[in-house]
């Protein structure tokens, strides 16, 4: 039996957030909108453009994880704190482009790796609390942490990267499961959350050490 | 008066589906991902892109049609037993991919024929379940039977090869019509679902045969 | 406290559209499919194609805005009066795409300015209807007012032209502004529809005839 999503939603409004896992959830936020916005003005995209792009990988994830939860109107949209971190990440590359360009690759990488497992794990947990069945919650937290970039490069008409390179996605949808399978062997939520977490986070940093990918056909 | 999704819902749930109805949607399911997986292995995308790609082109077209008729989370993702459709045509590329290669174009063309007539019938007809009118039931039997190659096209970043060629969207439009216009003059659902079908199958035959297309200007 | 969404769509329902802004907003459907027809058949779609592309440009901005927004069925389904406008608008160019060709750029962007004006506020206008924040609200209004030319160009492969070129978005956005705050300082709604529209006009005219960009990086 599925509970009205009316009753889940008050739920979700009654119980505050982890203030640790919103956190990470808001720097996954800035991050992402970041990289976003570096990858528009590469573009050439004009500042409304950046801005665009910016918030599409940021916030684009997390809309389409809740259109596909019928979750009501998007977090993204609904608490301005989403659109303040996105707004904040595409601001930064506007004041310290210079600066961006001149961090090394690998810090970037494990930004970003911590930013897709805060989104995986996010994810799979909302998908959890609305009822989904275990392998949705897994797709579900795979798609918020990469749908955002997915999105980006469809807008910057390119082949969307996750597509066709990297031990990316993988990462995050291992670390999805890890966490869906620990609360449905009741464990509870948030050790899995941090356990899944450091699981994508691990897997995306060994795969990027060692040049994992995944097979070709 | 539109009833409220919360009791089309139940009616729906209710509703044991025709199971030959289940068995050619799941069908057309298995054969859409394996056409999308095929696509996705000659676009080089690696074990995962062609899994996305599989599952995009399978259930993308059902799950945009359940966003529009706002029905609640989509069946493609509420239900095990289209994913894993989805996986098992998406499957049978890798271990397969040699044998598909061989099959000659006119029995994958037929077998696409019968996927695409089973999406539009069952498209409108969920529409029509949904209390929409008229031209939005045959519209969504069309999206629900061309949405997913289109999302499969612009994920490999290509033009959607419905909006440029062959006698193919027009053939799903039409199937779509003849069912609603049926049911609209009080023909039986399920005999009606039968009968579009048939003429989307035939209409799509007809025109790769006789290499049917419609203007351009 | 967000009133439940059948309350909202109630209200809706009852109270009858401005026919002033009904007019305005049909015309602007009409007008945005006959942009997005007139490309499809640059980019030598055929028929079929050409009518996806303007339906595409004329509703996909409402569409969107109506999932976010969680509004039920999209509007643009739900009232046959859409689908048919946008049909006016694609027919139209088969018609007369002569003559269209011959139409001076200037008329053509005056046009394109007051369909642009009509969506950005009454996209603003439907988020107030549901409860967004400011934000938001001004947010969905960009998004309703350009969100259909968006998929138009990834439909076509495109980079979309409103990330890299012109006053174009920001105008949108500018006058969904001023309604939103209007609005939000007690002035009537449909006092701040007309203004806000005409500064999203005038900005979008002011930028064509100076040749506005924003600033690129």
Known sequence: MIA??????????????????????????????LEGATLGVAAHLDLLGVLVVGFATALGGGIIRDILLDAGQPAALRYKRYAIAAFVGSFIVFLFSDEIREIPTGTLVALDAAALSAYAVSGAAKSIDFGTNTLTAILLGGVTAVGGGVIRDVLVNKTPIVLVADFYATA???????????????????RMMWIGAATCFTLRMLGYWNDWNLPHF
Chains 1, 2, 3 share one sequence.
């Open 172 to 190: 995050a949808l291992i670390g999805a499961a890890v966490m869906v399978f620990g609360v449905r062997s009741k464990q509870p939520m948030l």
């Open 4 to 33: 009205s999503r009316e009753e889940i939603r008050s739920d979700q409004e009654a119980r505050a957030p982890d203030p640790l896992v919103l956190a990470f959830d808001l720097a996954a936020t800035v991050l992402f909108a």
